[in-house]
């Protein structure tokens, strides 16, 4: 390997698909008016995205493994762009969902290939409190998108929100393209066989258990996001309004981040943390649904933040340690498996239509495969 990428490119392109997706927040209930559907048909564009994300992840880390992890990235970016591209200049809320799920699809780079790249260049003992220094850069992604959302949709309606993803996408594709080194080891063997890693993954108990924490967490997470816009908007608030809420979720995010990185130091486990995060979430989760008839809802949210900060690290670092030879598929095929729950997930959220409902059913089942998977842990170790 020729070349260390520069972290902080691999943190803003890991950062992509969250603030693509906080961005556009602000915007469905703008898109539910323009285009005369209902609120949960206007959630399902986040449902779409997400499963079709989960079949991104699995075709180009697989073809990053054939094709290098650089060129894998450019096009997944260009994917995006045509999408958002779609997205701006449709006026049929069909042809919205199919550019949702081109953008989707592409976007999917911005996780699965940064991920790889990361697991190329950074040893394993190194790779958790690298995870932690992305998690707290994450904590920015709502705040940008939030605001930025908020401020585009009341300025310039939902179109705005598809230009400022349109420029993203092409200042990233640029940069990639000018920046990114290849990191993919020049190994010569054979391709890796997807249905003989499928099979091991999905006898291994521990990836199963991993992929439904992070499917879980991010589902309580992603359901503000579907949900919380029309929260604001039967409260009475705007769009800008929602918006600014990304701050108070930010400084949530902020103080997991910095928390889990100091636990780390202090040799908590990435098992245990993830079971004292999935603690943390029964809190939020219980004063959300207390007090989500207002808007001081928000504030249990903060630990809803935390969680997700804590455990979507540690869960990440750890879950593809022994497939480091096939990192590419097996961080495909492991990223489609929870993108895919993520996707279900949040289209039982989307017609649920009750945030607090949603907090309380995914915290509890956290705190169980969350004891489940430190107990597996325990054993292997």
Known sequence: ???KPNLMLLIILIMFPQFVETIYSPALPG???AFQ???QQASLTLSFYFIAFAFGVIFWGILSDIIGRRSAMIWGLFSYAIGAVMALFTRDFNMILIARVVAAFGASVGSIITQTILRDVYRKEDLGSVFSIIGIALSLSPIIGFITGGYMTESFGYQGVFMVVLLVAVLLLINAIKFLPETKAPIKQDRPKIGAVLRQLLSDRMIWLSALLVALFNIMLFSYYSLGPFIFEQSGHSATQFGYSGILLAIGSLAGGVLNKKLIHLNFSAHRLVYISSAISIIGAVGTFILQGSLWFL???LFIL????IAIPNILSQALIKYKDVVGTAGALFGLLYYILIGLGL???GWIQDFGLVLIISSILAILFAGAYKK???RTH
């Not at 935390?306 to 900060?309: D, E, G, M, N, V």
């Open 1 to 3: 390997m020729k070349n």
């Open 31 to 33: 898109i539910a008016q």
């Open 37 to 39: 559907v209902s609120n």
């Open 299 to 301: 504030f249990p949210m």
């Open 306 to 309: 935390i969680a997700f900060s």
């Open 347 to 349: 289209t039982v959220s």
């Open 376 to 378: 597996s842990a325990s």
